[in-house]
């Protein structure tokens, strides 16, 4: 199992794949033990991909301390650090995108081309859904919530129209396999807490590397006049929607190409 001492925490990280160097940063609560995850996606048949279990996930250490979105950053850095990465193209999903955000503001040579994926700035610019709000409600009444945020054409009227496939959403959605594991809980509060008070809106426009802004249509969480906003406040950056909610990269095909395409462009 790959684990690397990286300042306070030991990060277990993965690899697999030829090509170009791509760090990918996965959003909350995320777990490399969960599958499908990148490694089964498309994405190590096109680059040499560097995942990891974020602080606080996973099978990464989990301090009970405060965490910071400043400190989820230079986590990232310094783990490219010690694997020897100079520097990466960089995709980063959901509350991945945040730390990808703090990555290319706080080490700028490190980051060639930077995918943000269904995220957000946080600030004036605007925030992803407060997740810290619900932390502690019930898995399965958490999941009902969340449906229709995570995709708005998937309301009341929809589930009404489709029971089975709405329950086996209740069913995915409230799914934590690990939650008995120790430290977990408190891990995903103090990454929820850290995503609470994420703000980088002043200084997008210092991302000096290609960008591009991938989003859902359909997204309650990281809405799309947030992407927009966001578009324009980093130069040059390009943006896409694609046929999907929060997780369009896995409901619209085109999606995963596209990203692709402009890493490697």
């Not at 520097?87 to 081309?113: I, K, N, T, W, Y």
């Not at 932390?135 to 449906?147: H, W």
Request: aromatic share 8%; with cysteine.
């Amino acid at each position: 199992m790959p684990r690397q001492t990286v300042g306070d925490i030991d990060i277990h990280w993965e690899r697999q794949g030829l090509g170009p160097r791509l760090l990918f940063i996965s959003g909350t609560g995320a777990d490399l033990r969960n599958k499908p995850g990148v490694f089964e996606g498309p994405y190590p048949k096109a680059f040499d991909v560097l995942a990891y279990d974020q602080r606080g996930l996973g099978q990464t250490s989990k301090p009970d301390a405060p965490y910071s979105m400043a400190q989820y950053g230079d986590d990232a850095a310094a783990l490219m650090d010690a694997l020897g990465w100079h520097d990466a193209l960089v995709l980063g999903v959901s509350f991945g995108g945040m730390v990808a955000q703090e990555l290319v503001l706080r080490h700028p040579g490190r980051v060639r081309r930077l995918v943000l994926a269904c995220t957000s700035p946080g600030g004036a610019g605007g925030a992803s859904y407060p997740f810290h709000q619900i932390g502690d409600m019930d898995r399965v009444a958490r999941s009902r919530l969340l449906i229709p945020v995570s995709d708005t054409r998937r309301d009341a009227a929809w589930a009404a129209a489709n029971p089975a496939e709405y329950e086996q959403w209740v069913a995915f959605g409230a799914l934590d396999p690990f939650a008995d594991e120790p430290g977990h809980a408190m891990g995903a509060r103090r990454q929820l807490e850290a995503r609470a008070h994420h703000d980088t809106w002043e200084r997008l426009p210092q991302i000096a590397c290609p960008v591009m802004i991938a989003a859902g249509a359909h997204d309650g969480v990281a809405l799309p006049a947030t992407q927009q906003a966001m578009a324009g406040r980093i130069p040059g950056a390009e943006l896409r929607f694609f046929e999907g909610g929060h997780m369009f990269m896995i409901q619209d095909r085109a999606a995963n190409a596209a990203i692709i395409d402009f890493l490697n462009s």
